[in-house]
C-alpha cells in the first residue's frame, strides 16, 4: 500500500513535467492542474477514463498508465487503433502501397528489363493483406494495453455523470465505469452531402472505398482532398477510370501552392482526370450506372456524369452525437466540436477533449 502510494506520488509529481505524444502533435502541459478533479484512492473508481481507443485515445490511456494512474479505456468498435487503423491511415497505406506495386509491374518494369506474362490483379488477396497489416496492429495495441494495465471495456460510452460513463458492452448489457477525470476522444466520423445517401456499395465512403470488391470501370471521387485522391489513386493505378469533382479551383485547397499543382501532375499521370469548380447538383441511382448531374460551381450549363462507384469524400464531422454531453451540459459549436480551453478542459469540471 505505501508502496502503491509513492508510484501513485512520483506519477503525479511526473504529471507536472511531461510531454504526451500523440500522433504528429504533442502536447505539453501540467497534467495535475489539467485533471482538475484529483486522482482515486478507491478501488473500482478510476483516475482517468478515455472514451474512445483511436491514436488519440489509446497514447493517452498508455501515458496516463504508465505514470501510474488507474486507466480504463472505453471503445465501441471492437478493435482499439480508431479509424486510423482499422479504415484510415493504415489500410489505405496498405493498398496504396499494393496498387503501387502492380502499377510499376505493369508499366515500369519492362523498362527496366524486368519482364513478367500477364501480371494479374487477385484484389481478394490484396484485400487480405491489408485485412491482416490492419489485425496485427489493432492486436500489438491490445498487447500494449495488457502490458500497461489499461482497462478495455468495448462498447459504447455515454456521460451519465461528470464522473460516470454507462457503456451498452458489445457482448450485451451495461456496466457503469466510473473516472475522476474522463477524456473525450471520440475523433470524427464521415461527412455526407446533403441528397446523397452512402449506401457503401455504389456510392461509398472512404471506408467502402477500402474494400470494395470489385474494381469499378469508372469511379467519381467527390471532393479533392487527401483522403479522396488516395483513394482515387488507388483504384486508378488498378485499372478504374478516376474523375475527381470538386467545388473549389484546386485540389487539398489547405496545402502549399506549389504542392497542390505537382500532386495534381503527378495524379494526372495515373491517369485520374480533375473537374474543379465544379458541384454535383443531383445524383441519379436509379439505373445500372449512377448519374451525377453537375454544374459548375457558380453555376452555368448543366452536364451528366456516369460512374459505377462514387466516393463521397468531403470531409469529417467531430463524432459527438451520442455521447450524452447534453446530460451533463459539455458545450458543442454548430457542427458537434467541443471548445476547450489551453489545458483541453471542457466547460464541465474534470471532462477533457484530446485534440488531434
Ligand atoms: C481514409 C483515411 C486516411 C487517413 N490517412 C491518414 C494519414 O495518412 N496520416 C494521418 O496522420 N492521418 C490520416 N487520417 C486521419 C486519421 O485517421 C485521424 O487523424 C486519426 O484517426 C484521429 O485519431 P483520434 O484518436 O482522434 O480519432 P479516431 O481514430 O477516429 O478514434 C476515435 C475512436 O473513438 C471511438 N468512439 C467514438 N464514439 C465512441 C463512444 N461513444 N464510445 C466508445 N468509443 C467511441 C470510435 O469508434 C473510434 O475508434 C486518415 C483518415 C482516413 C479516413
Known amino acids: 500500500m505505501a508502496m502503491a502510494n509513492l508510484a501513485r506520488k512520483k506519477a503525479i509529481n511526473l504529471f507536472n513535467n511531461t510531454v504526451i505524444s500523440s500522433g504528429a502533435l504533442r502536447y505539453s502541459y501540467s497534467l495535475s492542474s489539467t485533471f482538475s478533479r484529483g486522482f482515486a484512492s478507491g478501488s473500482d473508481e478510476n483516475d482517468v477514463v478515455v472514451i474512445g481507443g483511436g491514436p488519440g485515445g489509446y497514447v493517452a490511456a498508455i501515458k496516463a498508465a504508465q505514470l501510474g494512474l488507474k486507466t480504463t479505456c472505453i471503445e465501441k468498435r471492437g478493435a482499439l487503433g480508431g479509424t486510423c487503423l482499422n479504415v484510415g491511415c493504415i489500410p489505405s497505406k496498405a493498398l496504396l502501397h499494393s496498387s503501387h506495386m502492380y502499377h510499376e509491374a505493369k508499366t515500369s518494369f519492362a523498362k527496366h528489363g524486368v519482364k513478367l506474362d500477364n501480371v494479374e490483379i487477385d484484389l481478394a488477396a490484396m484485400m487480405g493483406q491489408k485485412d491482416k497489416a490492419i489485425s496485427t496492429l489493432t492486436k500489438g495495441i491490445e498487447g500494449l494495453f495488457k502490458k500497461n494495465k489499461v482497462t478495455y471495456v468495448k ?156 466516393l463521397v469524400s468531403a470531409g469529417r464531422n467531430p463524432f459527438t452525437s451520442g455521447l450524452g454531453l447534453e446530460t451533463i451540459g459539455v458545450e458543442t459549436d454548430k457542427i458537434g466540436r467541443i471548445p476547450v480551453d489551453e489545458r483541453f478542459a471542457t466547460n464541465v469540471n474534470g471532462v477533457l477533449r484530446l485534440v488531434m
Open 155 to 310: 462498447g459504447h460510452g455515454k456521460f451519465l455523470s461528470p464522473s460516470e460513463i454507462s457503456v451498452d458492452t458489445l457482448e450485451g448489457g451495461t456496466t457503469v465505469v466510473k473516472g475522476k477525470n474522463i477524456i473525450i476522444a471520440t475523433g470524427s466520423d464521415v461527412k455526407g452531402l446533403p441528397g446523397i445517401t452512402i449506401d457503401e456499395k455504389r456510392i461509398v465512403s472512404s471506408t467502402g472505398a477500402l474494400s470494395l470488391t470489385e474494381i469499378p470501370k469508372k469511379l467519381t471521387v467527390i471532393g479533392a482532398g487527401y483522403i479522396g485522391l488516395e483513394m482515387g489513386s488507388v483504384w486508378a493505378r488498378l485499372g478504374s477510370e478516376v474523375t475527381v469533382v470538386e467545388f473549389a479551383p484546386a485540389i487539398v485547397p489547405s496545402m502549399d501552392g506549389e504542392i497542390r499543382k505537382q500532386f495534381q501532375r503527378s495524379l494526372e499521370k495515373q491517369k485520374m482526370k480533375f473537374m474543379l469548380n465544379t458541384k454535383v447538383v443531383a445524383v441519379d441511382t436509379t439505373t445500372d450506372v449512377v448519374k451525377l448531374t453537375l454544374e459548375p460551381s457558380s453555376g452555368g450549363d448543366q452536364s451528366v456524369l456516369e460512374a459505377d462507384v462514387v
